[in-house]
């Protein structure tokens, strides 16, 4: 079965810096795909940014970039140029390519930005 | 609708009571979702509907809970004699196919809190 950690229960961050949110999944599988998650108070899960296991590039949205390094069963997420509105809980979430639809996801890690 | 919709935001039931909570997707999305949420926790499957046919009801943690989507739109979860433990929050997701790379909608959920 797969299984996704997220060994950092809490970050903090200056606003206007960089910071990387950790994220290490097992799986035997070979095609799959990984997303990162925000969740506010609100509750509502807001997609950020997805990676597809086949492509070598790493994606990016605006300042949202991961380093997905496959052998070591690694995705992180990177936010530079932090922004008050980032503050939230960020989840990391796999998916087969397999099956069409579970997400299996970390404990999560809430992100607080110091002004 | 714009979004998913879920009603209502916030329940309180007694233990024994029978709860209802309702998920209204975005129009022509086929799959829908129900992950349950515990506090200080990633969510956790329950079941997958394509249209109204359920295909995966695996998450159901008892035979407590129902799940139904008859017309392949609205869905409602149901749980029958709620216990403590059944505390949670409910997230809705919907996407337009089963389709690895077509990204979820969730619903801002229902925080349902048994006394």
């Known amino acids: 079965a797969q299984t996704v950690t997220q060994s950092q229960p809490e970050m903090s961050v200056q606003e206007a810096e960089t910071v990387t949110l950790s994220c290490t999944y097992d799986t035997s599988e070979s095609d799959y795909y990984l997303f990162w998650y925000k969740q506010p108070p609100s509750r509502q899960m807001i997609l950020v940014i997805r990676?597809?296991?086949?492509k070598q590039q790493n994606a990016t949205e605006n300042r949202f970039s991961v380093n997905f390094q496959k052998a070591a069963k690694s995705f992180s997420l990177k936010i530079s140029d932090s922004q008050l509105g980032d503050a939230a809980m960020y989840f990391c979430?796999?998916?087969?390519?397999?099956?069409?639809?579970?997400?299996?996801w970390g404990a999560g890690t809430k992100l607080i930005i110091k002004p | 609708g714009a979004g998913v919709s879920q009603s209502p935001r916030y329940k309180v039931a007694k233990r024994g009571q029978d709860v209802a909570l309702r998920c209204d997707p975005i129009s022509g999305h086929v799959s829908l979702f129900w992950y349950q949420q515990a506090l200080g926790q990633g969510p956790e499957f329950l079941t997958y509907f394509q249209n109204e046919a359920q295909l995966d009801k695996s998450g159901l943690p008892s035979d407590r809970f129902f799940a139904e989507r008859p017309e392949g739109s609205v869905s409602t979860l149901k749980i029958q004699r709620t216990q403590q433990e059944d505390s949670a929050v409910y997230l809705c997701?919907?996407?337009?196919?089963?389709?690895?790379?077509?990204?979820?909608?969730f619903g801002s959920g229902t925080r349902l809190t048994v006394v």
């Open positions: 997701a919907s996407s337009l196919a089963g389709a690895p790379n077509y990204g979820y909608t």
């Open positions: 990676q597809e296991a086949y």
């Open positions: 979430a796999y998916r087969s390519a397999r099956s069409n639809y579970q997400l299996i």
